[in-house]
């Protein structure tokens, strides 16, 4: 994943006042071994450049999966919920501090939601629930000079 695409992402979900109502625990590729729920963890499972039958148009393409977690099926279906109105539909330019401009044109729903229950952690009797959804982003990374 593009650095600067995880960051965008992240910093789209913490500005959401209902993401955060519910969690600001954000993590990019895996949760960390004390993780706990409810969480959003994201990772790119896909990404590509956009190019035109004239070279390069120095937009990309990414499918990024999400997995929304929380400690009942209920949780984790919030979660997904206010994960998933802060993203798709989203356009706007997310700027960083100290790296590049990201101007995401599109997201957009790349699959159909799916619900996942993971075993206990050793020594605990608690499931940890998931709903997991691939998101297509179109977007271009423009370099601070």
Known sequence: MSADL?????????ADANVVAITNRIYADRMPQSGQAP??????????AVDCIDGPTGFM??????????????????VWGVMNLAL???????????????VIRAVAQASA???????????TDQYRFANVQDLQFSYHVYEKV
């Open 39 to 48: 969480c959003v963890v994201f990772s790119t499972i896909y990404g590509a």
């Open 113 to 123: 939601i799916r619900h996942r229950d993971d075993r206990p952690i050793t020594g």
């Open 6 to 14: 995880g960051l965008a992402i992240r910093s789209i979900l913490l």
């Open 61 to 78: 393409q990414s499918t990024v999966q999400f997995e929304c977690y929380g400690n009942t099926r209920a949780e984790a279906s919030q």
């Open 88 to 102: 798709c539909g989203y356009r706007g330019t997310v700027t960083i501090s100290g790296s590049d401009d990201v």
